[in-house]
Structures are given as structure tokens and as C-alpha cells.
């Protein structure tokens, strides 16, 4: 499952659909496809709650060109009047439990009858769905279920042959749910690479995978007994391909987190040379999950530390709830609190975490 993708991208013109939820936790897969994606040339975000919004602008506070249109068939007329005729429905919602809802799965054959190819990402796999597989069919479009597992004849076992991988990995995990690791993890990389540092990005989602990380796999719909053995086979192929000095390593969910725990295969199959934490300092209760306080931040690092035996070396944040000039002062305090260099990679760029990472890199952040 885990495989270097070709370069042929982009496949195609893709419409985001992500109604009533961009702009919040359960638009975060549309939210990556706007900020990057290699595999698509995104057209539009539909979101009627969001009309005439450019969706940049909403992210990020900075233009995309990407505008939010009201429904699909504003997104078809829109994608023509751009010149870029829409060819792909891409299903952009993240929701808890990743379920369809009722409009949204109308919306999906109205896309069909549109002609168009359907890329989902949820649970509901819509290719099992024998309505909207017979109209696809009619339609003579492709359905492809991102989640969907591959047979259990593709996947790998742990092996053991991790420790042959000779890249500094970096994991970059999240106090967390929905927490900005992703995008933390892409930035990065192309923060090293302007270094000179030769980076790859390992991807765990669907969202990485939809992006074109070029190795990547899905964590959550995979068997548990073979989850150790894809992160394995996912890192080892990459240095194997392509010998990087860095392979940044995408976190799932979160060490304590109620409904999506997660990290603890990638410190033990994907075995890091070191941690960094994402972190939103003003969230005071779980992603989706009121009553469900958020363990401390200083807590969290020394689960990731006791468990892994590999040190935590900087904390990202993620700057949802603070206003930008609050920014400064909170990673401050982080930084007083924890010890560790704290920096919002969105609002100040790769530069300032590059430099902090530098003494954990070796001679490679010296070039």
C-alpha cells in the first residue's frame, strides 16, 4: 500500500466539496488541498455557507485565487470560465467517525451525472454504494474510496528492516486531533529542501495521499496487525528510492486523544530520531469532544519521551483562537514553560524551525 506515486499529476481539474464545514476542524482535508496538492489543479471550493469567499482568505488571510462558490453547478461555471474545465469531484470533508451525510452523498451523483470523477476520502465507501456505483458506471466515471483497504496480499509485516534506514527521521506528531500536523510536516519539508536539505514527506492520511505525497499510506483503515509493517515498509522505501538526508513522518490523531489516539506506531515502527509537537494553545478541550480536557502540553511531551525514548525538540503551533499579534507572546510562554523553541511556521515561515532543528540534523542543516 505504501508506494512512490508517479509523476504524472496533475490528473486533472478538481472541484473541493466541503459544504458547511471549510474554514473549520471538518474541512481539513479541503483545507490541504487548497494550501497544496500536486495530484489536482483545484478550481473551486463549494461551501455555501462561504459564497464569494476566496478560500485563502479564510485559511490563511492570504489569497489563493481559489474561490468558494454556493453549489456544483456554480463550481462546473465557474471551472469553465477559468479556462480549466472541471474533471474531478474531490469529497473534502473530514467529519468525525467519516461518515456522509444525506445532502452530501445527493451531491455526489449529482456530480456523477455531471461527468465527473468522484475522490473520497471518508469511510462510506461510495464505490459500495449501489446507486451511485450504477450511475457511475452509466456515466462511465471512476469512483476511487481513498480509505479503502488494499487486500491483505499487499501488505507488510514489521520486519525489522527500519534499521536500515540511514535519513534522520522526524516525526512530527500533536497534542491533537485535526491539529495542523500535515501542513507543519509539508512546510517543513520545503523548508529544508530551500536549505539544501533533501527532504521526503511520509505521508499517513488521506488528505497527504490526495496532496501527492509520494509515499504514503492510509493508517486508520488499515488492519492493526500490519500498521507497524506499512509505516516500515512506507520510510524504508523511501530511503531505499531515494536516499534522503530527511524523512518527515505525518502523525495521526494523538497520544491522548479519546476517539483518534494515535503516534504511538510511529515512535515504535517508524522509530524517529526525534519528535517535534503540534500544538494549539488556545484549544482547552479534545477536537469535537466537549467535557474531554486536553492533557497539559508538558504532560504530553513526557508520554512521547517516556514512550519513545527520543526527545521532543520543538513545539509548532497552531494559531487557531489567537489573534496574530498574540502570536509572539504565546510561543513565549511556551518556550518558558517547556524549554523549547516554539514557532508558527504558517505566520512566520520554515526558517526559524530549520534553525532550531539544526543542531539535531547534523552536518546536513550546514550547507
Not at 455555501?48 to 485565487?65: I, K, N
Request: proline content about 6%; hydrophobic content about 40%.
Amino acid at each position: 500500500m505504501s508506494k512512490r506515486v508517479a509523476d504524472r499529476f496533475p490528473e486533472g481539474n478538481a472541484v473541493v466539496y466541503c459544504e458547511q464545514a471549510f474554514g473549520t476542524t471538518n474541512g481539513k482535508t479541503a483545507h490541504g488541498l487548497v494550501r497544496r496538492t500536486r495530484r489536482y489543479q483545484v478550481t473551486c471550493v463549494i461551501d455555501s455557507a462561504r459564497d464569494g469567499q476566496d478560500a485563502g482568505e479564510v485559511l490563511d488571510r492570504r489569497p489563493s485565487g481559489i474561490p468558494i462558490v454556493a453549489n456544483l453547478a456554480a463550481a462546473v461555471a465557474q471551472a469553465e470560465r477559468a479556462g480549466t474545465p472541471a474533471t474531478h469531484f474531490v469529497v473534502g470533508l473530514a467529519p468525525d467517525g467519516g461518515r456522509l451525510a444525506g445532502a452530501d452523498r445527493a451531491c455526489v451523483l449529482q456530480a456523477i451525472a455531471a461527468g465527473l470523477h468522484v475522490d473520497c476520502g471518508l469511510h462510506d465507501f461510495l464505490s459500495e454504494d449501489r446507486e451511485i456505483a450504477a450511475a457511475a458506471e452509466e456515466m462511465g466515471v471512476r469512483i476511487r474510496d481513498i480509505r479503502k483497504p488494499p487486500p491483505r496480499s499487499e501488505l507488510h509485516f514489521f520486519s525489522g528492516k527500519i534499521e536500515e534506514v540511514q535519513s534522520t527521521r522526524i516525526a512530527l506528531l500533536g497534542t491533537d486531533s485535526a491539529v495542523g500536523k500535515r501542513t507543519t510536516a509539508w512546510v517543513l519539508v520545503d523548508g529544508l529542501e530551500k536549505r539544501g536539505v533533501s527532504a521526503v514527506m511520509a505521508g499517513t492520511g488521506q488528505t497527504a495521499w490526495l496532496q501527492g505525497a509520494a509515499y504514503s499510506f492510509i493508517l486508520d483503515s488499515t488492519v492493526n496487525d500490519f500498521v507497524s509493517g506499512e509505516i516500515e515498509h512506507m520510510v524504508w522505501s523511501a530511503w531505499n528510492d531515494l536516499k534522503p538526508d530527511v524523512i518527515v513522518l505525518e502523525g495521526q490523531g494523538s497520544l491522548m486523544n479519546p476517539a483518534y489516539p494515535g503516534g504511538f506506531e510511529l515512535l515504535a515502527a517508524g522509530r524517529p530520531s526525534f519528535v517535534i509537537l503540534q500544538h494549539a494553545p488556545a484549544r482547552q478541550e479534545y477536537d469535537g469532544f466537549p467535557g474531554f480536557p486536553m492533557h497539559p502540553l508538558p504532560e504530553q511531551i513526557r508520554a512521547i519521551e517516556m514512550i519513545s525514548g527520543r526527545p521532543v525538540v520543538a513545539i509548532t503551533v497552531n494559531h487557531e483562537g489567537l489573534r496574530p499579534e498574540d502570536v509572539p507572546a504565546v510561543c513565549a510562554g511556551i518556550r518558558k514553560e517547556t524549554g523549547l523553541p516554539a514557532h508558527d511556521v504558517l505566520l512566520e515561515g520554515a526558517g526559524p524551525l530549520v534553525e532550531s532543528l539544526a543542531p539535531h540534523l547534523g552536518g546536513v542543516a550546514s550547507r
